[in-house]
């Protein structure tokens, strides 16, 4: 019979799913960071043309 001490150790995996998740948390921060003023404009002129060309006043 073969004790413990003498099996292969397992490599704890247990909080990579943690890790990644913050891995691509930072990543799309550091892109919202860098694009920023892109990003802002692109939602003021989406937003704009919402709210100031209605599909109403073209019937």
């Known amino acids: ?3 413990k001490k003498d099996a292969p150790k397992r490599i704890e995996w247990s909080g990579f799913g943690t890790l990644e998740v ?19 404009s692109f939602a003021t002129n989406l937003i704009n043309r919402v709210f100031t060309q209605s599909v109403i006043d073209g019937l």
């Open 1 to 3: 019979m073969k004790d």
């Open 22 to 40: 913050i891995i691509i948390i930072a990543i799309l921060i550091t892109v919202a960071l860098l694009f920023r003023e892109n990003i802002i």
